[in-house]
């Protein structure tokens, strides 16, 4: 006698047949019910919520950067530099990439020796931006840069440099941090040596660095006007250092100095003293130090 071997479990063929069929159609319609939800989830963020994500995106990624323009150099009549600007570094951050402020706030003035409470406080009050310090020098770029916070980027900005120091100081003037002329010829040609700043669209990428997207304008676009002065530098030189040794012998608290070319007239030097270091003016508190009293003051 032949006996037929036992299905799975002891189910007739039709049976388990049925059964086979029936998990064949739940798994279908799982998967394509996934495959529903699916597209419809790519159809809301393509379609529907494009311009809001898109809109996102470009907050996160796409700034608007301001280049600074560079301030005109300052020229005596023989072509000496007397004023010029040179570029450094500034650190600014995005306060909502750091997380908790405080410690980012501590470590940042600790390497670049500021007040953590008065930094910690512009942090605080900054959405996407917010400066650390400017111009800076390179060994506090590469401390900052070793503590690793979030959002930390660098930035070039134009510094003003008076490779004569002391020389025609209060004539020259000084500018502000941020490169606007504040007393001198720095304030009086303020319209003809500031330049045009100009307006780029950059992106950021995954550190935090800033990119242009279309590179960086031409410099030549946003130079300030170049200023060239009657005043001789040699001349300025032995008229101050003669005002100098005058004000010492006499024991006066303060002395002045013109010297004219009698065939034209022209100004050769301005020459006053006590004078100052326009690349360092800090130590300058009282504001009569700054004035050209030669150029400004009555008789």
Do not use: C
Request: charged residues 25%; glycine residues 8%; without cysteine.
């Amino acid at each position: 006698m032949i006996r037929r071997r036992s299905t799975e479990r002891g189910r007739p063929p039709a049976e388990l047949t049925r059964w086979t069929r029936a998990r064949v159609l739940v798994m279908g319609g799982l998967l394509i019910a996934a495959l529903v939800a699916v597209l419809v989830r790519a159809v809301s963020l393509q379609v529907i919520q494009r311009a809001r994500l898109a809109s996102m995106a470009s907050d996160q990624s796409v700034r608007e950067m301001e280049i600074p323009a560079r301030r005109g150099d300052i020229y005596d009549r023989r072509g000496i530099p007397l004023a010029q600007s040179v570029e450094v570094d500034s650190l600014w951050i995005d306060p909502s990439l750091v997380g908790d402020i405080r410690p980012a706030a501590r470590d940042l003035a600790r390497v670049l020796r500021l007040d953590a409470s008065e930094l910690e406080g512009r942090l605080s009050r900054g959405r996407r931006f917010a400066w650390v310090k400017r111009q800076v020098s390179p060994q506090e770029v590469a401390a900052a840069q070793r503590l690793e916070v979030p959002g930390l980027g660098v930035a070039k900005e134009p510094k003003r440099f008076y490779p004569q120091r002391e020389l025609g100081s209060q004539v020259l003037g000084m500018v502000g941090t941020d490169g606007h002329g504040l007393e001198g010829l720095e304030l009086a040609f303020e319209d003809e040596l500031s330049g045009q700043s100009e307006k780029v669209q950059g992106t950021r990428d995954a550190r935090g660095r800033n990119l242009l997207l279309q590179g960086a304008p031409e410099a030549v676009d946003r130079q300030g006007a170049t200023v060239t002065l009657t005043l001789d530098r040699q001349v300025q030189y032995v008229a101050e250092k003669a005002l100098d040794h005058a004000v010492e012998e006499s024991k006066a608290i303060a002395g002045m100095l013109v010297v004219l070319d009698p065939r034209s007239g022209e100004l050769l030097a301005l020459a006053q003293s006590p004078r100052f270091n326009p690349n360092a003016p800090a130590p300058v508190i009282d504001g009569g130090a700054l004035r050209d009293r030669p150029a400004l003051d009555l008789f």
